[in-house]
């Protein structure tokens, strides 16, 4: 059974390699790194290089990445410099799925329509996805924004990438899902109660994971599942016992969505 999850079920900064071990002795065969996101923190060869080591020491493989829009470097800012500074950012990301060996980078994008600085930056990204071949998958928080980009971008370029906690929080998520879903390149599982994003477990909340899972095989999406879960709003302290629970929750899941295929 192939499963992913994130890289930041704990924390989002510093050592990564007792979670990605932790990970591995779960069962886990795939990684969404989602290190330092929400920072302006910039990979070097040299951190890359030695990510890969560990990947291979644990036995796993990067799924895909969350791509980073920091304070200061942000590639839909109306700044200027700070706009090229994120898009500088973005390719820094793609620089580095594609060193290991991956082909996707989520990126989120602000709410209402697609603005020109979304497009300038796009449009500088395009060559260097064409170069790397490594798509970019807008996560949905803002459909008009990613309807928008769906139409004036080309599918091996953007795709989608559905967060099924933001979508359990909009009343039509799932409806907007099915809408778009031959562009589905990437998903963030994890489960709320609706009123809030809480990164909880598969099947603890108020996602309707049957609806999810027969989008899902009918989609376009052709990789494992992939959990974005944070052990900190699950009420436990025991790392190994929430890791496992996830990797039930994924298998889980994984299973109902070969039924429906």
Same mark, same amino acid.
């Given at each position: 059974m192939e @499963?992913?999850?994130?890289?930041d079920y704990a924390r989002d900064t510093g050592d990564p390699s007792p979670y990605l071990r932790d990970i591995a002795e779960a069962g886990f065969t795939?990684?969404?790194?989602?290190?330092?996101?929400?920072?302006?923190?910039?990979?070097?060869?040299? #951190?890359? #290089?030695?990510?890969? %080591?560990?990947?291979? *020491?644990? /036995?796993?493989?990067?799924?895909? +990445?969350? /791509?980073?829009? /920091?304070?200061e470097k942000n590639?839909?800012?109306?700044? *200027?410099? *700070?706009? @090229? &500074? /994120?898009? #500088?950012l973005v390719k820094n990301r793609m620089e580095m799925v594609a060193r +290991?060996?991956?082909?996707?980078?989520?990126?989120? @994008?602000p709410r209402g329509p697609i603005s020109d600085s979304i497009r300038e930056s796009l449009d500088a990204l395009l060559p260097v996805s064409r170069e790397l071949g490594v798509r970019i998958a807008l996560e949905n928080g803002c459909f008009e924004a990613i309807r928008s980009a769906f139409a004036e971008y080309d599918p091996q370029f953007v795709g989608l990438c559905y967060d099924c906690g933001h979508g359990n929080m909009d009343q039509n998520g799932l409806d907007k899902m099915e809408a778009v879903k031959d562009r589905l390149i990437a998903v963030h599982l994890h489960d709320n109660d609706g009123k809030s994003d809480q990164h909880k477990l598969l099947f603890t909340g108020s996602v309707?994971?049957?609806? @999810? &899972?027969?989008?899902? &095989?009918?989609?376009?999406?052709? %990789?494992? &599942?992939?959990? #974005?879960?944070s052990i900190g709003n699950m009420g436990m302290d025991d790392e190994k016992v929430f890791l496992q629970a996830a990797f039930d929750g994924g298998t889980t899941l994984s299973r109902m969505i070969d039924m429906k295929r």
């Open positions: @499963l992913s999850i994130t890289t795939h990684v969404h790194w989602c290190h330092h996101w929400n920072t302006d923190f910039l990979y070097s060869k040299y #951190e890359i #290089e030695h990510i890969m %080591k560990w990947l291979n *020491e644990y /036995g796993l493989r990067l799924l895909d +990445l969350h /791509g980073a829009v /920091g304070p590639w839909y800012s109306p700044c *200027e410099y *700070e706009r @090229l &500074a /994120g898009v #500088e +290991l060996s991956s082909d996707v980078v989520v990126m989120h @994008l309707d994971w049957s609806r @999810l &899972a027969t989008i899902i &095989a009918e989609s376009s999406y052709s %990789k494992c &599942a992939s959990m #974005e879960v």
